[in-house]
């Protein structure tokens, strides 16, 4: 069974510069989550979808993040402008559902904004 | 606030030796606790998954115990291999959805 795909593995932007992420959820996942990710942290949740549906995105920086999930397969999670402080690994996660299912995470996408 | 606490923050084993990581929550109301391994440069990848009623799950060499009255869990790795290097992030969610909040996880290095 093929795990959840991210891309770019790795990014280094200047501050103020745009950057995308993209995101395969594993065949079948109704639920997408991106997490951020900072070094020596545990992982912080920046917005959840529902199919193409958004069911939490409380915690997202509106105001320069966005993200859309459209066919409720593939997503896009985009900075812009990137500041110093986005610098972190952007997790992609699937789960069949909600409720108690297990998460599977992919590798991850690690932007450094200098 | 809802709080996930793990400790020790890291720590270093002899290979073959045994070791146990702590987490201490304060997720109200909890609906189940996991713990996730999390590789160098890797995403975490799901170890054990355990609700309330449930007060020990093992996974080969990794044992997760649960007391849901003192809101504490410990992660037992028996034998430990080089392998086993890693961050062990412990992980509630609360109510009953996928609403998950993160430990800030054990570093665990296993030398030889």
């Known amino acids: 069974e093929a795990g959840v795909a991210q891309s770019p593995r790795y990014k280094i932007i200047e501050k103020r510069q745009s950057v995308a992420f993209w995101c395969n959820p594993i065949?079948?996942?109704?639920?997408l989550y991106w997490y951020q990710q900072i070094l020596g942290q545990g992982p912080k949740l920046l917005i959840q979808?529902?199919?193409?549906?958004?069911?939490?995105d409380s915690q997202l920086p509106k105001d320069r993040f966005s993200a859309e999930r459209l066919k409720g397969v593939d997503s896009t999670l985009k900075i812009q402008p990137a500041k110093l402080e986005d610098s972190a690994v952007y997790l992609c996660a699937s789960s069949p559902g909600q409720g108690w299912n297990t998460i599977y995470f992919g590798e991850g996408s690690w932007l450094t904004v200098v | 606030k809802n709080q996930v606490e793990q400790s020790p923050q890291s720590l270093i084993i002899l290979e073959g030796k045994n070791c146990t990581l702590q987490c201490n929550y304060t997720v109200s109301p909890f609906s189940n606790l996991r713990w996730y391994k999390q590789d160098t440069g890797r995403g975490p990848v799901s170890l054990t998954i355990?609700?309330?009623?449930?007060n020990t799950k093992s996974n080969g060499r990794y044992t997760a115990t649960l007391d849901a009255d003192t809101k504490q869990s410990s992660l037992h790795i028996t034998a430990s291999q080089l392998s086993d290097s890693a961050s062990y992030i412990c992980v509630v969610s609360k109510g009953g959805g996928n609403k998950l909040t993160f430990g800030t996880g054990t570093q665990l290095k296993v030398e030889l």
């Open positions: 979808f529902q199919n193409n549906g958004v069911v939490d």
């Open positions: 355990m609700t309330f009623s449930e």
């Open positions: 065949s079948g996942h109704a639920t």
